[in-house]
């Protein structure tokens, strides 16, 4: 194959800054379509979340609000399949490569508490899906329009209760080690509820609300975060494809204006 002449050389690397300015080209469009349709509504939605109006036990409200206090359950005893008692838990079971094979939880039977004052605690009315915060990392993410549960620090053993094994039954087949979690709170432990009233009952909101609903402990803070990350990673790439792409695109300039000779 002969050489390429200088012209061919120089077709080439015009070439290349071409590529480079139509790829970052396209790294900017995707970045301004995230960041003003994805970053810009959610920013917006946490913003609302962030003011919610806060209320207590007796207040007349409908929509959206904060409130503070406990959770009790009518149940007469309620312990997770580690023995340990609670008001509202979920547990698990994940195998060696972190995935779930067995979950169950009880969230029903349950009382919201101000001082001496109570209402029925609903926040699953409207059959909505579940997001349970689970780690403690800055890389989670959870959806705004699923009801989000944030019950603290989870426990993570490599010992199956048996309780857990017979309730999963056939459910535990055996890929290397097996790992038992749980996440649950206890009648004595503040929670903070964003959360609807209807007819004297702490329920979901409807759909259209900011969130359809809220139960964390002690704070909201560490909710909005993994709220937070959802939009977050969807710019993460584009940011970085965008780094990339000026980078080759710099040094391919450099190198065509004849500034590495």
């Not at 994805?38 to 609302?48: D, E, F, G, I, Q």
């Not at 329920?203 to 993994?226: F, K, M, Q, T, Y």
Request: proline residues 7%.
């Amino acid at each position: 194959m002969a050489p390429l002449t200088e012209e061919q050389k120089e077709q080439n690397r015009s070439l290349l800054i071409i590529l480079m300015l139509l790829c970052s080209i396209g790294a900017l469009i995707l970045f301004d379509h995230g960041v003003f349709k994805k970053l810009y509504p959610s920013v917006v939605a946490l913003w609302r979340l962030r003011h919610l109006p806060e209320h207590r036990i007796g207040d007349r409200f409908e929509g959206p609000a904060i409130l503070r206090g406990t959770i009790e359950t009518s149940a007469p005893l309620r312990q997770t399949p580690a023995g340990n008692p609670s008001v509202l838990y979920y547990a698990w079971v994940e195998d060696h490569y972190r995935s779930v094979i067995c979950n169950i939880g009880e969230d029903e039977q349950l009382v919201f508490r101000q001082g001496e004052s109570t209402l029925p605690f609903e926040l699953f009315h409207h059959d909505e899906h579940i997001a349970l915060v689970k780690k403690d990392g800055w890389l989670e993410s959870l959806p705004m329009q699923r009801v989000a549960i944030d019950l603290g620090r989870v426990s993570n053993v490599t010992t199956v209760p048996p309780s857990m094994s017979e309730r999963c039954k056939d459910g535990l087949y055996h890929r290397g080690t097996l790992y038992y979690k749980e996440a649950r709170i206890t009648s004595s432990q503040p929670v903070v509820v964003v959360a609807c009233q209807q007819n004297g009952v702490l329920r979901s909101c409807p759909p259209g609300s900011v969130v359809p609903g809220i139960l964390a402990l002690e704070s909201l803070d560490r909710v909005l975060r993994v709220f937070a990350e959802l939009p977050l990673n969807w710019l993460r790439g584009p940011a970085l494809l965008l780094v990339i792409v000026m980078g080759y695109l710099c040094s391919a300039l450099l190198k065509h204006s004849g500034g590495d000779s």
